[in-house]
């Protein structure tokens, strides 16, 4: 019998688009019919809309309620939660009692988005973008564990991109802001590296980026690809500092867009940056001077870097697009 697939959406943000992609990729290697999605953005809002008092509880119980029914009605062999999804440990609970193998990819921090410590016996499988502690509790509740990092958007693949030589700005950086991201984007700054930032929560702040600020609010693909197009080099920086837990610090969804742009890529010198940056050609730095003298020297041999360049971003829509992830997904699952 051929595996039927039920994807659950996540409601918004950077998370949505990962999981927009990751379900046109199951239907461009499995077909329509093999596949279907339930949008949690469209029942949160519906429910929410319908109830007199809004209550978050109630709203996720029959959002829940909803999946099921859908998911059971398809026929699916398979379920994908995609990260943020809210999907209950009870629902995962009475799939899986109807043989159906319940898997999640967590492309979020397991020190931020602790959810998945509450549904974790739920799943059969489960994909996540670090190891550490969540590899060791899917061993200890014999869940199926695999890494697996984000990948390229596809509006990044086969663009054509300028040569870095020609772009306006020293470094991009997309994301969200946090005291270490500020102060090694600020140290960039006031040492004469010209940036460009973006990213939902940057609103409130106001200091020596805010010249460098091109965007407040989440940021989408089709500005992702102009922003980064007018980089030369991409930064890749953690949320908090990777010296207090360096085999955590896991390289930013976006890291891959970086590449696929044309731009030479900066990123910190951790365990799972290197994993997931395999056979790539990538700058390292431990530190904001550090930072500073890697993309100092990127610089300077900027029109070297581009031959460089130029294989990454091949090699990213060889490689690292989300139609692999999603193969790998299926063969560790089927």
């Known amino acids: 019998m051929q595996s039927k697939w039920f994807i659950v959406l996540p409601p918004d943000g950077a998370a949505r688009q990962a999981g927009l992609e ?7 290697l499995l077909g329509k019919d093999r596949c279907a999605s339930f949008d949690c953005s469209t029942y949160l809002s519906a429910l929410s809309n319908l109830l007199k ?6 709203i996720v119980d029959l959002l829940n309620q909803s999946m099921l029914v859908q998911c059971l009605a398809f026929g699916a062999t398979h379920l994908l939660v995609l990260a943020l999804a ?3 440990l009870f629902a995962l609970s009475v799939l899986k009692k109807q043989h159906i193998h319940t898997a999640h990819w967590f492309y979020e921090d397991f020190r931020r988005a602790t959810y ?33 990092p984000t990948a ?26 946090s005291l270490y991201r500020i102060e090694i984007l600020e140290y960039l700054a006031q040492n004469g590296i010209s940036l460009v930032v973006a990213g939902s929560g940057w609103t409130d702040y106001h200091g020596p980026l805010s010249a460098s600020l091109v ?29 207090t837990d360096p085999a955590n610090a896991h390289v930013s969804p976006r890291v891959f867009d970086v590449l696929a742009a044309g731009c030479a890529l900066v990123a910190e010198d951790v365990p799972l940056a290197k994993d997931a940056l395999q056979r790539l050609h990538v700058s390292f730095f431990s530190g904001k001077k550090n930072a500073e003298l890697e993309i100092k ?12 360049c130029d294989a990454n971003a091949a090699a990213v829509a060889r490689e690292h697009t989300y139609l692999n992830r999603v193969r790998e997904i299926v063969v560790q699952c089927e």
């Open 22 to 28: 990751t379900i046109a990729a199951f239907e461009s």
């Open 53 to 58: 008092t809004a209550d978050d509880n109630m």
């Open 86 to 88: 809210p999907v209950t």
């Open 116 to 148: 998945w410590k509450d549904v974790l016996a739920g799943y059969n499988s489960f994909f996540a973008i670090q190891k550490g502690p969540i590899a060791d509790e899917c061993l200890r509740r014999n869940v199926g564990f695999a890494y697996l």
């Open 152 to 177: 390229v958007g596809k509006a990044h693949v086969g663009a054509n991109v300028p040569p870095c030589a020609e772009r306006t700005v020293d470094v991009a950086f997309i994301g969200i802001p």
């Open 215 to 243: 965007a407040t609010n989440w940021v989408n693909e089709t500005q992702a690809q102009a922003i980064l197009h007018s980089a030369r080099i991409g930064i890749n920086l953690s949320l908090s500092s990777p010296d």
């Open 297 to 308: 020297n990127v610089l300077k041999r900027i029109d070297a870097e581009q031959p460089f």
